[in-house]
């Protein structure tokens, strides 16, 4: 299934440029950053339970948030891309 999370950090302090740090590198290892703070995961549902844990034990709630869009295996046509950047496929390979 496709996942768009989205996550809304506070960096004003060291902590919190630290979590956002820490979240977007999490992100990182199950999907593509496809704005700055939005990524797309094509996981399992038990890569998405590992991944959600993960990020909710990084994030301080009374601080930061997090918002998961659940696009589910048909997710294709409920994307539309416009503007400068390439869009991203989750499904093409993936080069470093």
């Known amino acids: ?15 919190g ?3 956002l740090r820490q979240v977007a ?3 990182l290892n199950y999907g593509q950053r496809v704005q700055n703070s939005v ?3 094509l996981v399992d549902p ?15 709630t009374s601080e ?6 659940f696009l589910g295996k048909n997710w294709k046509p409920r ?8 869009p991203y496929d989750p499904e093409g390979p993936l080069i470093a």
């Open 46 to 60: 038990a890569q998405l339970a590992s991944l959600r844990q993960q990020l909710l034990k990084e994030i301080d």
């Open 1 to 15: 299934m496709l996942v768009l999370i989205t996550y809304d950090v506070s960096t004003e302090t060291t902590e």
């Open 39 to 41: 990524f797309e995961c």
């Open 25 to 27: 590198k999490t992100c």
């Open 64 to 69: 930061d948030s997090l918002r998961f869009y």
């Open 17 to 19: 440029r630290r979590r």
């Open 79 to 86: 994307i539309e891309h416009v503007g400068i950047s390439e």
